[in-house]
């Protein structure tokens, strides 16, 4: 699978070109964006969330699309709650990953002060 092809996957029912999702890839670090996705590394997991946020940052803002919708019995009106609430959820995601794939470091704490 490319890479192209999992954004897609991570962004359904969001039609965009595939030079669009080249550029969301590129803008979050990826060289080649038609290159093989490999699901292992958290390097690529984390490249394909940053560009899904970046995918629904640019919907949230569109501010045509925050307005509610009426069609025959159905009115949509919590779209713009939804898309904050999945955007923070890719956020908080993103944060709770490990930044590396060293597997000799399997601790998510740091150091604030140096002796």
Same mark, same amino acid.
């Given at each position: ?6 954004? $897609?996957?991570?962004? $359904? ?5 595939? +030079? ?31 560009? +899904?946020?970046?995918? @629904? ?6 501010? =045509? ?18 898309? $904050?609430?999945?955007?923070? $959820? ?7 990953? +490990? ?5 000799? =470091?399997?601790? =998510?704490?740091?150091? @604030?002060?140096?002796?």
């Amino acid at each position: 699978m490319k890479f192209t092809e999992r954004l $897609q996957l991570e962004t $359904q029912g969001i039609t965009l070109s595939s +030079a669009e999702l080249s550029v969301y890839l590129t803008e979050e670090g990826v060289t080649d964006p038609e290159a093989e996705y490999s699901p292992s590394t958290n390097t690529d997991k984390r490249n394909i969330y940053s560009a +899904a946020l970046s995918v @629904l940052n640019s919907i949230a803002n569109n501010p =045509s699309l925050m307005k509610s919708y009426k069609s025959d019995d159905i009115t949509i009106t919590d779209f713009a709650d939804s898309l $904050q609430n999945r955007i923070d $959820q890719l956020e908080r995601k993103i944060r709770m990953m +490990a930044i590396t794939d060293d597997t000799n =470091s399997n601790s =998510s704490t740091f150091m @604030l002060f140096n002796s």
